[in-house]
Nanobody, 123 residues
């Protein structure tokens, strides 16, 4: 079990940038694969990006490839999502997640979740 707290959400204009942070505590951070998901009202939680325990392997949803970058700093127990070239369709609540094992794009397979941070991209 690991506790996750997201920060960095906000309101930005189309084409702008935002960096989300997720601070973890409770267990050895490097024991967990971490990732980001997003969810709009009335929709299923959608995979955004994931990163392996030591940052060697990353995975991205097709919709964010080339625009978003996931990274982690195990010494700071923190995972980041750098979001560039933001679009109105990126407007969602973004959730940090952690799991044991390998990378996954299935929300139900992730055991630890933050409370979410709102990202709104204006047109």
């Amino acid at each position: 079990q690991v506790q996750l707290v997201e920060s960095g959400g906000g309101l930005v204009q189309t084409g702008g940038s935002l960096r989300l942070s997720c601070a973890a505590s409770g267990r050895t951070f490097s024991s967990y694969v971490t990732g980001w998901f997003r969810q709009a009202p009335g929709k299923e939680r959608e995979f955004v990006a994931a990163i392996s325990r030591f940052g060697v392997i990353t995975d991205y949803a097709d919709s964010v490839k080339g625009r978003f970058t996931i990274s982690r700093d195990n010494a700071k127990n923190t995972v980041y999502l750098q979001m560039n070239s933001l679009k109105p369709e990126d407007t969602d609540v973004y959730y940090c997640a952690a799991r044991a094992g390998g990378l996954s794009n299935t929300a139900n397979s992730w055991g630890s979740w933050g409370q979410g941070t709102q990202v709104t991209v204006s047109s």
